[in-house]
């Protein structure tokens, strides 16, 4: 079974940068399309980035033009950027392979990464 692994959460300030990390356990390159979740308090968990095994790339319309998201498949890990953070990114963050519509490709999730947007 697939594990993750996400790192680099932390507590920042309104528009300051964090840099997530997720070392998968499998081979991500043929895996295919990795993405980055997040669940914030209270909500249900969402895909906020994307990103193929060709790099094509896709953001959910809050996060676009603020994140980035990378992979590495020699290190089997993705990454996400994420610059002029605001208090409504606070959440716990999640990576996965999505899959049909809401569903992703596995079950199981790692611990996450929590980030805390705060003055």
């Known amino acids: 079974q697939v594990q993750f692994v996400e790192s680099g959460g932390g507590l920042v300030q309104p528009g300051g940068s964090l840099r997530l990390s997720c070392l998968v356990s499998?081979?991500?390159?043929?895996?295919?399309?990795m993405g980055w979740y997040r669940q914030a308090p209270g909500k249900q968990r969402e895909l906020v980035a994307s990103i193929s095994s060709t790099s094509r790339t896709n953001y959910a319309d809050s996060v676009k033009g603020r994140f980035t998201i990378s992979r590495d498949n020699a290190k089997n890990t993705v990454y996400l950027q994420m610059n002029s953070l605001k208090p409504e990114d606070t959440a716990v963050y999640y990576c996965?392979?999505?899959?049909?519509?809401?569903?992703?490709?596995?079950?199981?999730w790692g611990q996450g990464t929590r980030v805390a947007v705060s003055s």
């Open positions: 996965n392979a999505p899959g049909v519509g809401s569903r992703t490709v596995f079950g199981s």
């Open positions: 499998g081979n991500i390159f043929s895996i295919g399309t």
